[in-house]
């Protein structure tokens, strides 16, 4: 599978982004799909999770209350939508999925930057 992420930039705090990630075969036979970030000096960490029918969904608590993760499966896309962005959102945001044979794929990643 491949992933291409896209949505990310520069926005002021307070702001809003959404992220998209797009994958290169059918996301129906994907079991779960996720959001990670990387600040600089720092692990990459869990944003938000879904699972494959989007009935379920996991929120970092950096996250909870300002983002939300989705997919349409039938443009094979998984969304996130941060509100109210603060500057330590600041972060390269990666897309990772775990595909029906549990190989797992990441995105090339995509700069948020979130300016005070």
């Known amino acids: 599978v491949q992933l291409v992420e896209s949505g990310g930039g520069l926005v002021q705090a307070g702001g809003s982004l959404r992220l998209s990630c797009a994958a290169s075969?059918?996301?129906?036979?994907?079991?779960?799909m996720a959001w990670y970030r990387e600040a600089p000096g720092k692990q990459r960490e869990l944003v938000a999770s879904?699972?494959?029918?989007?009935?379920?969904?996991n929120y970092a608590d950096s996250g909870k209350g300002r983002f939300t993760i989705s997919r349409d499966n039938t443009k094979n896309t998984m969304y996130l939508q941060m509100n109210s962005l603060k500057p330590e959102d600041t972060a390269v945001y990666y897309c990772?999925?775990?595909?029906?044979?549990?190989?797992?794929?990441w995105g090339q990643g995509t700069q948020v930057t979130v300016s005070s």
């Open positions: 879904i699972t494959s029918g989007g009935g379920s969904t």
């Open positions: 075969r059918s996301t129906f036979s994907i079991r779960s």
């Open positions: 990772y999925v775990v595909d029906s044979r549990w190989d797992a794929y």
